[in-house]
């Protein structure tokens, strides 16, 4: 089955750095790659994704590129602000049926 | 609309007790799932509903039992739970289609067994 590897597990940035999150996976049939953020006492929420079949993708200051040779995809966060902390999970999802492999997240932290 | 809503917000159980949990959506998703997530982990897939029918199930114990009334609805009975069943319980729905889908997230139940 899939496994996703994410990395680093935790991550401190000052105010108007970037931040970036990197996720591998083993399975070569996986083709969809969600981003998701999740605060807390809060659901996971849909932040960026990608399809295999795109190269990367931006949406404001958050951006998500996929390598697929090397089985990796990066999230993209750049002049963070304190309402960008929270836990980030990667997932990837194969053509075939509805499951998400989760990555083990990322506790990112803004200092102001 | 991306709102996938869940109640309870919190819930406090008895090892006896039979309480359900309730999520709803109006996206017209076709699929559902619901996830259980332990403290700083990524959530857990338990079950997944498509076209109201059970599609996938997680090998999760009996004492879980999963219902789809309609396409917006999806219930969780909980009967005999123990207090490592403690966690939040978090619904999600996608659409189907060919390929894979964005999956929205519900705010979670905050399960504690006592």
């Known amino acids: 089955g899939e496994n996703v590897e994410q990395h680093p597990s935790t991550l401190s940035v000052q105010e108007g750095d970037s931040a970036v999150i990197k996720c591998t996976y083993s399975?070569?049939?996986?083709?969809?790659f969600p981003w998701y953020k999740q605060e807390l006492g809060k659901g996971p929420q849909l932040i960026i994704d990608?399809?295999?079949?795109?190269g990367e993708k931006k949406d404001q200051r958050i951006a998500v590129t996929l390598n697929k040779t090397a089985k990796h995809f990066s999230l993209h966060i750049t002049e963070t602000q304190p309402e960008d902390s929270a836990v980030y999970f990667c997932?990837?999802?194969?053509?075939?049926?509805?499951?998400?492999?989760f990555g083990t997240g990322t506790s990112l932290t803004v200092i102001p | 609309d991306t709102e996938v809503t869940q109640t309870p917000k919190h819930l406090v159980m008895g090892m006896t007790n039979k309480k359900s949990l309730k999520c709803e959506q109006h996206?017209?998703?076709?699929?559902m799932y619901w996830y259980k997530q332990k403290a700083k982990k990524p959530p857990e897939l338990m079950f997944v509903?498509?076209?109201?029918?059970?599609?996938i199930n997680e090998s999760v114990p009996s004492r879980f039992s999963p219902e789809c009334p309609n396409s917006s609805l999806l219930n969780l009975h909980l009967h005999a739970l123990q207090p490592e069943d403690s966690a939040l319980y978090l619904c999600?729905?996608?659409?189907?289609?060919?390929?894979?889908?964005?999956?929205?997230f519900g705010p979670g139940t905050r399960l504690t067994v006592t």
């Open positions: 999600a729905s996608s659409p189907i289609g060919t390929g894979a889908y964005e999956q929205y």
């Open positions: 399975d070569s049939a996986s083709n969809y």
């Open positions: 990608i399809r295999s079949n795109v």
């Open positions: 997932a990837a999802s194969p053509n075939t049926g509805n499951q998400f492999y």
């Open positions: 996206m017209g998703h076709r699929a």
């Open positions: 509903y498509s076209y109201e029918k059970l599609s």
